[in-house]
C-alpha cells in the first residue's frame, strides 16, 4: 500500500495555495515536478490534444518521460486530433500515450440509445464517452492532472494547483492555473510544439465533430463547443 503525502480522503487544502509563482512557466514546472515526486508513475495525465495539452505534454516529458497519459477517444474526434497524437507519440517516444475508448460503440450507442445521442442529450452523451471512462482510466490512481486555467470561465477561476476532486474520488493537479492563452500560444511558438492544425482554421477549443463549430472571436479559448446547448463543459470538471 502506497503512503501517498497528500490524498482524497485526507485532502487538507492545497500545500501551494499560498505560493506566488514568479518563474517562467508560472508554477508550472515545479508543481509537476512535485506530483511526480508524490505519486511517481501512478498519476495520470488526462490529455485532450488542444493548446493546453501539447504544453503539459512537453513539460510532463521534462519531468517523467515514461509519464502515462490517458486522451478519451470518443470516436468522434477530428482526423486532425489523431494526426497530432501520431506526432506526439513520435516526438516523445517514451511517454506512454493510450487512447481510451468508452465501452459503447456508436453503433452499439445509437442502438441503445437513438442516433446522433449528442443532439438531443450531450450530457448522456458525454457521460457514455468521455466521462465513465475517464473513471474507469482514474480507477486506482492516486491522482490526475489537468490543463484547466483560471482565466478559461468563471467555473474555473478558483481552481488551485492541488485540489480535492469530488466527481472522480481522487486528487487532481493543475499546473496551468495561471497562464493567460497568450502564454500557451507563446510557449507552442517559442518551443516549436506540433499542434492540431485545426486551430489555424478558427478553432480555438477542440472536441468532437459534431459538438465543435468554427468561431470568429478567436480570444475566448473555450468558444465554439456545444453551439446552441446550454452547456460549456463535457462534464469531467463539474460535480
Ligand atoms: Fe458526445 Fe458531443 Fe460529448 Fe463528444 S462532446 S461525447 S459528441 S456530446
Not at 517516444?93 to 442502438?111: F, G, H, S, V
Not at 497568450?182 to 518551443?191: C, F, G, P, R, S
Not at 465543435?212 to 473555450?222: G, H, Y
Request: net charge negative; glycine share 6%; with cysteine.
Amino acid at each position: 500500500m502506497n503512503n501517498y503525502s497528500v490524498t482524497y480522503s485526507d485532502f487538507t487544502g492545497d500545500p501551494y495555495k499560498d505560493w506566488i509563482p514568479t518563474d517562467q512557466t508560472k508554477g508550472a514546472s515545479k508543481i509537476l515536478q512535485w506530483a511526480y515526486e508524490t505519486y511517481g508513475d501512478a498519476i495520470v495525465y488526462a490529455c485532450s490534444f488542444g493548446a493546453e495539452g501539447v504544453v503539459l505534454v512537453d513539460l510532463i516529458s521534462k519531468v517523467q518521460k515514461n509519464a502515462e497519459i490517458v486522451f478519451l477517444d470518443t470516436d468522434l474526434h477530428f482526423q486532425e486530433t489523431y494526426d497530432l497524437i501520431d506526432k506526439a507519440k513520435e516526438k516523445y517516444p517514451e511517454l506512454r500515450i493510450q487512447l481510451k475508448k468508452p465501452d459503447l460503440t456508436l453503433e452499439e450507442q445509437a442502438n441503445q440509445h437513438g442516433s446522433a445521442l449528442w443532439k438531443r442529450q450531450p450530457d448522456q452523451c458525454c457521460y457514455i464517452r468521455k466521462i465513465k471512462p475517464l473513471e474507469e482510466a482514474l480507477s486506482g490512481a492516486p491522482a490526475w492532472i489537468s490543463g484547466l486555467r483560471r482565466e478559461q470561465s468563471l467555473s474555473r477561476s478558483k481552481t488551485d494547483f492541488v485540489n480535492k476532486d469530488e466527481k472522480f474520488k481522487s486528487i487532481k493537479v493543475c499546473p496551468l492555473i495561471h497562464w493567460t492563452w497568450d502564454d500557451v500560444w507563446d510557449y507552442i511558438k517559442e518551443n516549436n510544439l506540433p499542434y492540431n492544425e485545426l486551430h489555424d482554421q478558427g478553432y480555438p477549443s477542440i472536441g468532437c465533430i459534431p459538438c465543435t463549430s468554427k468561431v470568429t472571436d478567436s480570444t475566448d479559448s473555450r468558444a465554439g463547443r456545444w453551439s446552441g446547448f446550454n452547456k460549456t463543459e463535457c462534464g469531467l470538471h463539474t460535480s
